[in-house]
Nanobody, 125 residues
Framework: QLRLVESGGGKVQPGGALRLSCAAS????????IGWFRQFPGKKEREGVS?????????NYADSVKGRFTLSRDNAKNTVYLQMNSLKPEDTGVYYC????WGRGGLLPREYDDWGQGTQVTVSS
């Protein structure tokens, strides 16, 4: 059974950093694109943050996080990391990782089939 578990969220001051982890189990990790998405307080829809292709390993970032966030993948550990630097209050939200079999690493939530439970990120002074 495919399972994704996020961790690493918390509260941080503006300008601070967090590293989120997405640990996967129950499937052939290398064959899946993994994306990070976030849901802002009071909003139903989720926004794509970053994703990595399972086809060629390329990464994709939303404009709002380019230059601040870095996604990396450790296939040996079945884990994807999202390093978030220079955090802003508008980055506050619940962050989810999701998986798509043989995906190109797009940022549209509807493309992804399987989701974790999310981890809360709060950026506040």
């Amino acid at each position: 059974q495919l399972r994704l578990v996020e961790s690493g969220g918390g509260k941080v001051q503006p300008g601070g950093a967090l590293r989120l982890s997405c640990a996967a189990s129950g499937f052939k990790f290398n064959d899946y694109a993994i994306g990070w998405f976030r849901q802002f307080p009071g909003k139903k829809e989720r926004e794509g943050v970053s994703a990595i292709s399972s086809i060629d390993g390329t990464t994709n970032y939303a404009d709002s996080v380019k230059g601040r966030f870095t996604l990396s993948r450790d296939n040996a550990k079945n884990t994807v990391y999202l390093q978030m630097n220079s955090l802003k209050p508008e980055d506050t939200g619940v962050y989810y990782c999701a998986a798509l079999y043989w995906g190109r690493g797009g940022l549209l939530p509807r493309e992804y089939d399987d989701w974790g439970q999310g981890t809360q990120v709060t950026v506040s002074s």
